[in-house]
C-alpha cells in the first residue's frame, strides 16, 4: 500500500506541470487565426503566415493614463498578437502618472514578473492565508507575482513610472478584484456585497454608481 502512494504521489508530481498553464505545443507555430469562427481552447492557426506575425511594435510608446485608476496597461497578448498563441508567453507595458496604480487583480492562468523601466513602485501581493509580501521597487528592479493570487503596483514616485510585465500564459486573464465585484453584469445583488463586506446596501449601491 505505501508502495501504492508512493507511486501515486510520483504520478502526480509528474503532470502537475503539464496542468499548471497553457498546453503543450504541438507544432512548431499556430499563429492565432482570430478571424475563425471556431471555437476552442485557445486559437485555431492560420494558414498563411509571415514574420510580421511574429512581431509586436505596441510597447514602445507609453499608454494614456489620463482615467480613474492613473495607470494603463499595453497588452501584447494573443489578441493583440497573434505569434505567441499556442508558446505559452505575453508580455504588457503599464504605465503609471504620478499617484497612479494598477489596481488589486489577479491573473488566473498565469504567473506575472516586473522589470521596472521608470520611476518608483509600492508593489505587492496577497497570499491566500491573508498575508502581504509588499516591497518597493526602482529601475531596474524585478518583482514576481504568483499566479492567481491578488496584488498591485502603486506609483510612489513624484513623476511618471513605467514596467514591462511578463506572463507564461499567452493571455493570462485579468480580473480587478473592484471592477468583478461592483461592476459586473449583471450586477452582484448588493445586499450580498453588503454582507460581504459588512456596510450597508446604501453604501453598495454608491460603490457601485462610481464604477458606471
Do not use: W
Not at 510520483?10 to 507555430?29: E, T
Amino acid at each position: 500500500m505505501a508502495m501504492l502512494q508512493l507511486s501515486a504521489v510520483v504520478l502526480l508530481a509528474l503532470v502537475a506541470p503539464s496542468l499548471a498553464g497553457d498546453a503543450d505545443m504541438l507544432q512548431d507555430v499556430c499563429v492565432a487565426d482570430l478571424a475563425s469562427p471556431i471555437k476552442l481552447n485557445g486559437f485555431p492557426c492560420k494558414t498563411d503566415i509571415t514574420a510580421d506575425d511574429f512581431f509586436f511594435a505596441g510597447l514602445k510608446r507609453a499608454g494614456n493614463t489620463n482615467n480613474a485608476a492613473g495607470s494603463n496597461v499595453t497588452a501584447a497578448n494573443v489578441q493583440s498578437f497573434p505569434g505567441v498563441n499556442t508558446l505559452s508567453v505575453s508580455m504588457a507595458r503599464i504605465d503609471y502618472a504620478p499617484g497612479g496604480q494598477n489596481p488589486p487583480h489577479t491573473h488566473p492562468r498565469a504567473t506575472e514578473i516586473i522589470f521596472v523601466t521608470q520611476g518608483v513602485l509600492e508593489v505587492g501581493f496577497i497570499t491566500t492565508a491573508n498575508k502581504l509580501f509588499t516591497k518597493t521597487v526602482t529601475v531596474g528592479d524585478v518583482f514576481v507575482f504568483p499566479r492567481g493570487l491578488v496584488h498591485f503596483q502603486q506609483n510612489r514616485g513624484r513623476g511618471p513610472a513605467s514596467v514591462i510585465a511578463g506572463f507564461n500564459s499567452q493571455l493570462q486573464g485579468t480580473q480587478v478584484i473592484a471592477t468583478t465585484l461592483f461592476a459586473a453584469a449583471p450586477p452582484v445583488p448588493s445586499d450580498v456585497l453588503a454582507k460581504a463586506f459588512r456596510i450597508d446596501n446604501g453604501q453598495v449601491d454608491a460603490i457601485k454608481a462610481k464604477f458606471m
